[in-house]
């Protein structure tokens, strides 16, 4: 099936800096998800995108569905260390069904006080 | 606030052996899913079940069943374990097909 490509792969910051990572396609995307997993646990959703051009924030985190369908980005703004964690992006390429949802690899977050 | 809730969270089977993962969530979704995760693959979809009664293969079926034995309760099972199925795995739900999925904690299953 299609794949995503996340990157970067991690990152290592410093408390209080913005961060940004992204998610692309080589195929059309209807829906795009942003989760986070920290260890040991489940990923939990974060904020979900249904329309291209679609800007979303909730508190710090901002995500967009890239207007050609193709992408998507997630910014957190002014990091802090629990934010610290494995963060995901999804898509669902055909109608909008989970069962056709793609993950991508992950961003490791590393936050340094 | 349980949620979805599945155990074991930790297992270690010897290759050959069989095990069933279990899954409940108590939201009243009515689909259900299973995935594993391995490192650098993201989640990957096993089976799922739209609603109850019904049951599909996803992405990566093959050395797996499943049970949707009623609405709340979704089960994976392993009927001879190999290696290659060493991984993290999360059951997850969603109000409907089309709604947001909400996982479970994980269950860390390893095969020697």
């Known amino acids: 099936g299609q794949q995503l490509n996340q990157s970067p792969q991690s990152m290592f910051i410093q408390e209080g800096e913005d961060v940004s990572m992204n998610c692309t396609s080589s195929?059309?995307?209807?829906?795009w998800l942003w989760y986070k997993q920290d260890p040991g646990e489940g990923p939990v959703l974060l904020i979900a995108?249904?329309?291209?051009?679609e800007l979303t924030s909730n508190g710090r985190l901002t995500a967009q569905f890239g207007i050609t369908r193709k992408d998507s980005f997630l910014n957190i703004s002014a990091s802090i260390p629990s934010d610290v964690g494995i963060y995901f992006c999804?898509?669902?390429?055909?109608?909008?069904?989970?069962?056709?949802?793609?993950f991508g690899a992950g961003t490791r977050l590393t936050v340094k006080p | 606030n349980a949620g979805v809730t599945q155990t074991p969270k930790f297992q270690v089977l010897k290759t050959g052996q069989s095990m069933t993962l279990q899954c409940a969530q108590d939201?009243?979704?009515?689909?259900m899913y299973w995935y594993r995760q391995d490192p650098g693959m993201g989640l990957r979809l096993i089976y799922y079940?739209?609603?109850?009664?019904?049951?599909d293969k996803g992405e990566v079926p093959n050395g797996y069943n499943v049970s949707r034995l009623n609405k709340r309760e979704f089960s994976l099972r392993l009927e001879s374990a190999a290696p290659s199925q060493t991984s993290v795995y999360f059951c997850?739900?969603?109000?409907?097909?089309?709604?947001?999925?909400?996982f479970g904690e994980g269950s860390w299953l390893t095969v020697v």
């Open positions: 195929s059309i995307f209807n829906t």
């Open positions: 939201m009243n979704h009515n689909s």
């Open positions: 999804a898509g669902q390429p055909g109608g909008y069904n989970n069962n056709d949802m793609r």
């Open positions: 079940s739209a609603s109850e009664g019904t049951t």
């Open positions: 995108l249904y329309k291209a051009g």
């Open positions: 997850a739900s969603s109000e409907v097909m089309t709604g947001p999925v909400y």
